[in-house]
């Protein structure tokens, strides 16, 4: 697959590049290349991108795509006349031929259709002999200085592409760069995450083993209905990003366990002693540097809690959000990390989920527990 | 039947009783963590807090009051399984009392109000509540600064709790009465209010309530 990426996108660059290099391939002139190739950096601007948001752009908002380029290599002509080039006016006795930046090709690949590239137009460079390009330097590059747009439609995974076209002066040398790659999350809610001073998340774990849950309440209680389900929903979602399931979805009646660490959260009905107005609270204890939660963890419902199964279910899968590593959001029906304003709304539709949304999952799986990308939108790396 | 139904849910209230003291006593105390941890201990508590509006912080609310922070400390709880952050308030208004709380009348005796989160070091021990809705760089009122308070008195100490959290408590700065935090600001699409008319609204609402 990697394959056939570069080839398309090698066709791409080449069939935008304006030229071609098959002229001088038969350029007798010797070259001394200079510099460790090409330098290429991408920015993404625009929407919600935040230095903060590690790689989670939103969907539907309008990005712009900048660049800057800077070649680097050079060679030198020894002989004179250059018998058959006619590709570059040499100067005598010792031509130097500077590589210039052409254009910069752009394209990216979305979660739906994850193996084609989509091109987008390429950025060129407005002078003749630009060794460096920036796109967001006004005058210096058509079409900035507004870049190119970006608008994901999608939820999931993205990644934006480019590759710099270089001369390759008389000596031929190779015209293309390596492609430089970001990877972005675009999502319908951009998340936050609960973290230590050292930037860890703090998380419960996800191993070999699952962590269970303890409601003793009995299987036809409305919050074992509801635990059992938002951890099913949870589970699912994760699985949907391929992320493991990290629940057990079969609530418990014995209490857990010092033994079982974090791997076991009780359910309580119980106002939170230290704040005993909120609707509920999810405490846990992360041990080390790493985040992860090593003590049992607790969640506490108030006793007064609405009974609706459907504001339950929401109340649950926020709590446990919280244990995957998620902070509220301020999203509406995009989150179920979203609040409402009271902890008894009978009677009155919910205005935020009652489980996980993709939105929510994605974060979870690719930055709570996946390597995730940690890069920003502000400018990206290879 | 109902004598059965009285009996059960006796039982089912007695067996949560049994679970919440059992769950308590699985809660271990910070120190107890940060001897195990070597010498540290965090906590981290996420509270789902409702968005309270005005009228419904009003209408839930014991005491009202606009007081300057005469001093703020962090504090072990009873059981010392969380650090609070404790307010010691002097009243300078108080625009609505529903109980016997003459001790509330501005120049009288101070109010406490405890909120979950804070650090703490004692006996070599530094120990951490980290509560998601509090952020300390954030959410800590300084000694002198002033706020409105919407407040429950707790059932057992002699203090009082914020009805929902940050969304009880309005900063006041430059004579405007201000969200707490930018995320209360944000959830509750709060923009600061001249401090009178936010005063006014509250003794309205407050009166009303009354009435009724």
New interface residues.
């Given amino acids: 697959m990697l394959l056939r990426t570069s080839v398309a996108f090698a066709v791409f660059v080449l069939v935008l590049r304006p030229g071609t290099v098959s002229e001088c391939a038969q350029e007798p002139c010797t070259h001394i290349p200079h510099g460790s190739g090409e330098s290429l950096e991408g920015f993404l601007h625009g929407g919600a991108c935040q230095a903060s948001n590690q790689g989670y752009i939103m969907r539907w908002s309008q990005y712009t795509f900048h660049t800057h380029a800077i070649a680097q290599g050079w060679c030198e002509h020894r002989s004179f006349p250059c018998p058959t080039c006619p590709c570059s006016p040499l100067q005598p006795p010792h031509d130097r031929n500077e590589r210039d930046v052409i254009s910069v090709g752009l394209g990216y690949y979305d979660p739906m259709w994850p193996t084609w590239l989509n091109p987008i137009s390429p950025i060129y460079s407005s002078t003749p002999e630009n060794h460096d390009l920036d796109s967001r330097i006004p005058g210096t590059s058509s079409p900035p200085p507004d870049g190119r747009g970006f608008t994901p439609y999608y939820v999931g995974r993205y990644a934006l592409v480019q590759q710099s076209n270089l001369d390759p002066t008389a000596c031929n040398m190779t015209p293309t760069t390596v492609q430089w790659s970001m990877a972005l999350k675009s999502v319908d809610c951009l998340p936050t995450f ?1 973290t ?1 001073p050292n930037g860890t998340i ?1 998380r419960v774990p996800n191993d070999a083993t699952r962590v269970s849950i303890v409601a ?2 009995g299987p036809t209680h409305p919050i074992t209905i509801a635990i059992e389900a938002a951890a099913k929903a949870w589970n699912a979602a994760l699985v949907s990003w391929g992320e493991s399931p990290i629940f057990d979805e079969t609530a418990q009646t014995t ?2 366990t ?1 033994s079982q660490g974090g791997h076991c959260v ?1 359910v ?3 106002h ?17 540097e790493d985040g992860i939660v090593d ?2 963890a ?1 969640i506490y419902i108030r006793p007064d809690y609405s009974t609706d199964p459907t504001y339950l279910r929401h ?1 649950l899968s ?2 446990l959000g ?1 244990l995957l590593g998620l ?2 959001a ?1 999203c509406g029906i995009n989150s179920v990390m979203s ?5 008894n709304s009978l009677g009155t539709p919910p205005t935020v989920p009652s489980s996980p949304t993709p939105s929510d999952a994605l974060p979870v799986a690719d930055t709570s527990y996946g390597p995730g990308s940690r890069a920003t939108c502000a400018g990206w790396a290879q | 039947m109902g004598t059965m139904t009285i009996h059960r849910r006796y039982m089912t209230t007695a067996l949560l009783i049994c679970v919440a003291a059992t769950l308590d006593a699985q809660r271990p105390s910070l120190k107890e963590v940060a001897r195990a941890e070597g010498g540290t201990a965090v906590r981290v508590v996420d509270l789902y807090v409702p968005a309270m509006e005005i009228p419904a912080l009003t209408a839930a609310a014991e005491l009202v009051v606009h007081a300057r922070v005469a001093q703020q400390r962090s504090v072990l709880n009873k059981d010392e399984t969380a650090v609070l952050t404790e307010y010691t308030l002097q009243p300078l208004r108080v625009p609505l009392a529903r109980s016997a709380v003459s001790s509330a009348q501005p120049g009288e005796q101070q109010i406490i109000v405890r909120r979950p989160g804070g650090t703490l070091v004692v006996e070599g021990l530094t120990l951490k509540t980290d509560t998601n809705v509090y952020p300390e760089t954030e959410a800590a009122l300084k000694t002198g600064e002033e706020a409105v308070f919407f407040l429950v008195r707790d059932q057992e100490g002699g203090f009082y709790h914020p009805v929902a959290g940050p969304f009880a408590i309005f900063r006041v700065s430059a004579g405007k009465a201000k969200a707490l935090t930018a995320f209360v600001a944000k959830r509750r699409a709060d923009s600061p209010v001249p401090l009178t008319d936010f005063l006014a609204t509250v003794e309205k609402l407050g009166a009303a309530g009354l009435k009724r």
């Fill in positions: 609960r230590q703090i003793p309440f209490l857990c010092g009780n309580v009905i119980q939170y002693p230290d704040a005993p107005l909120v609707c509920a609270a999810a405490e846990r204890d992360p041990g080390g003590n049992n607790r109340l926020q709590e919280h902070d509220d301020v609040g409402i304003a009271a902890c």
